[in-house]
């Protein structure tokens, strides 16, 4: 069992730069593809970005592309998700989530492949 807990979510200007964090309880992260999705207000949970266990498999959104960049620290448990140059349109709940491998690059896309999510934070950007 993993539990994932999230932090850095709030309030920003747009193109300010904004981190998120989810820390990882209960298992080491090295063997686990980890993503971020996000969801906005009557819309479906989107994909965001995701990185594999090895670090080798790094899918964006085409929304967030160039902006965003996602990285893993195995030694402190911990997925980050680094957000520049936001837009109000990146207004959403944000959630990471964790699943085994081993599994294909391409379906780190696709939230049902995932088994562990973490709270969400909830970031805002003000025009």
């Known amino acids: 069992q993993v539990q994932l807990v999230q932090s850095g979510g709030r309030l920003v200007q747009a193109g300010d730069s904004l981190r998120l964090s989810c820390a990882a309880s209960?298992?080491?992260?090295?063997?686990?593809?980890m993503g971020w999705f996000r969801q906005a207000p009557g819309q479906e949970r989107e994909f965001v970005a995701a990185?594999?266990?090895?670090?080798?498999?790094?899918p964006y959104g085409d929304s967030v592309k160039g902006r965003f960049t996602i990285s893993r620290d195995n030694a402190k448990n911990t997925v980050y998700l680094q957000m520049n140059s936001l837009k109000p349109e990146d207004t959403a709940d944000y959630y990471c989530?964790?699943?085994?491998?081993?599994?294909?690059?391409?379906?780190?896309?696709?939230?049902?492949?995932?088994?562990?999510w973490g709270q969400g934070t909830q970031v805002t950007v003000s025009s």
């Open positions: 989530a964790a699943r085994r491998g081993p599994d294909t690059v391409q379906s780190l896309r696709f939230k049902s492949t995932y088994d562990y």
């Open positions: 990185i594999s266990w090895f670090g080798g498999g790094t």
């Open positions: 209960g298992r080491p992260l090295s063997t686990y593809d």
